[in-house]
Each structure stands twice: as C-alpha cells, then as structure tokens.
C-alpha cells in the first residue's frame, strides 16, 4: 500500500482548502485513514481519522467543526476538507493509515505543506 498526499497551498486566514490522499493498493475495511500535521518545531499531530469500512470520524478538538474528513472507497482517496483556516494551522499535512487516531500507523504518504497567512 502506498499513500500520497497533495493539494496543500497558501491560504490566508478564514479560507478553505482541501488536501487529498490518493491510495494505491487495498486498504482492509477494518483499517483506518487518519490525518497528522506537524508544524515547525513542533511534535506530529494527530488531525482527524475515518475508518475505511464504516466511515465513522473522529477529529482533535483543535479542528472540530471547521475540518471535515471524507473518503470515496470506489476511487481509494480520502479527503480533509478545511474551512475558517487559521495561521496556527500550518504544518506540514500527512495521510497514514493504520488505526484510528493513534501516532503507530502501518503506511504513511509524503507530506504536502499547508501555510495559512495571516
């Protein structure tokens, strides 16, 4: 299984922005596809996660209700969306899969760097 992220940009502050993660090979329905950031200086994050199967979500209360995470099984690709972006919201933005919402993933994609001005 291999993961690869894209769409990240700079934006300013109260934007949208999506970024994509496209999945080649099968992921198994029990698994999951999370989301993590890591800023400059600072650890990885976990952002928001799905379950492959059922499509459950769970989010870090930093993006609640202003990032949504989606997935389309037909096209093997999840998506985060992001509204109201704000500047502590840059970091560079990574697809993994493994878990839900735990730092221990089985596949990670390459990062694609999110910068939001303010």
């Given at each position: 299984?291999q993961?690869?992220?894209?769409?990240?940009?700079l934006?300013?502050?109260g934007?949208?922005?999506?970024?994509?993660?496209?999945?080649?090979?099968?992921?198994?329905?029990?698994?999951?596809?999370?989301?993590?950031?890591q800023?400059?200086?600072?650890?990885?994050?976990?952002?928001?996660?799905?379950?492959?199967?059922?499509?459950?979500t769970i989010y870090?209360?930093s993006?609640?209700?202003?990032?949504?995470?989606?997935?389309?099984?037909?096209?093997?690709?999840?998506?985060?969306?992001?509204?109201?972006?704000?500047?502590?919201?840059?970091?560079?933005?990574?697809?993994?899969?493994?878990?839900?919402?735990?730092?221990?993933?089985?596949?990670?994609?390459?990062g694609?760097?999110?910068?939001?001005?303010?």
């Amino acid at each position: 299984v291999q993961l690869q992220a894209s769409g990240g940009g700079l934006v300013q502050a109260g934007d949208s922005l999506r970024v994509s993660c496209t999945v080649s090979g099968r992921l198994l329905s029990s698994s999951a596809l999370n989301w993590f950031r890591q800023a400059p200086g600072k650890e990885r994050e976990f952002v928001a996660g799905i379950r492959w199967g059922y499509g459950t979500t769970i989010y870090s209360d930093s993006v609640k209700g202003r990032f949504t995470i989606s997935r389309d099984k037909a096209r093997n690709t999840a998506d985060l969306h992001m509204n109201s972006l704000k500047p502590e919201d840059t970091a560079v933005y990574y697809c993994a899969s493994g878990e839900i919402a735990t730092p221990r993933q089985r596949y990670w994609g390459q990062g694609t760097q999110v910068t939001v001005s303010s």
